[in-house]
């Protein structure tokens, strides 16, 4: 899974309750991104960062936050305020040195499902 | 808005045969596109770029075309494999290339 890891591989929530979702990357990636994927649907940007301390909101941000203390770390708190939070969520890395047109590298998924 | 659709029906190909999949854009001005591969339940795996002054791309047994014109853009896998079943994902950027769009995906069977 190219050098990004993500933790846990599933995770179990109740409603109400915050979660946080660990991504980490070892590829001295500058850009990071989180994408949430439903059944039969597209990846959808969640959030994105291209340097430490600084990110966007994507097309889907509202019920999450994040952070970017460090360039290897890009963790993704989904909050209570999330209201259909059980889904597959990926993260990715690119490498912004290669231009415009480089490939993401995408983690192994969590699978989160609120109980 | 920006729409990106791909063949929503799964498509079933006979081993040794040409899968073609389509990606369809609309309201975008891609600089470039790229196809993925995701098998269930991980993430998806880069296979091929394109850019927009690009008319043709081959790797190995892949073959990707595109054409800003129709604003389209078509997938083979030649000389298919059961191997190759998998979802195929299609994303569009732009030229900042700060955000890509992916679509929904086709998922491809492919028999013995």
């Known amino acids: 899974d190219g050098g990004i890891t993500q933790s846990p591989k599933y995770l179990f929530r109740k409603e109400g309750q915050n979660v946080t979702l660990s991504c980490e990357q070892n590829?001295?990636?500058?850009?990071m991104y989180w994408y949430r994927q439903d059944p039969g649907q597209g990846l959808r940007l969640i959030y994105y960062?291209?340097?430490?301390?600084?990110?966007q909101k994507g097309d889907i941000a509202e019920g999450y936050s994040v952070s970017r203390e460090k360039k290897e770390s890009f963790p993704l708190t989904v909050t209570s305020a999330q209201k259909n939070p059980t889904a597959f969520y990926l993260c990715?890395?690119?490498?912004?040195?290669?231009?415009?047109?480089?490939?993401?590298?995408f983690g192994p998924g969590t699978r989160l499902t609120v109980l | 808005s920006q729409k990106i659709e791909q063949n929503s029906e799964a498509l079933n190909i006979q081993e040794g045969k040409t899968a073609t999949l389509t990606c369809n854009y609309t309201?975008?001005?891609?600089?470039?596109l790229q196809w993925y591969r995701q098998d269930p339940g991980r993430g998806p795996v880069f296979l091929l770029l394109?850019?927009?002054?690009?008319k043709e791309k081959r790797k190995e047994r892949l073959k990707v075309t595109f054409d800003t014109t129709l604003k389209q853009s078509l997938f083979h896998i030649t000389a298919s494999q059961p191997a190759d079943s998998a979802t195929y994902l299609c994303?569009?950027?732009?030229?900042?290339?700060?955000?890509?769009?992916f679509g929904s995906g086709t998922r491809l069977s492919i028999r013995p």
């Open positions: 990715a890395s690119r490498n912004q040195a290669g231009g415009p047109s480089g490939e993401q590298f």
């Open positions: 590829l001295n990636h500058d850009a």
């Open positions: 960062s291209q340097i430490v301390n600084d990110f």
């Open positions: 309201n975008y001005s891609p600089a470039y």
């Open positions: 394109i850019r927009e002054n690009e």
């Open positions: 994303a569009l950027a732009d030229s900042s290339a700060s955000k890509i769009i």
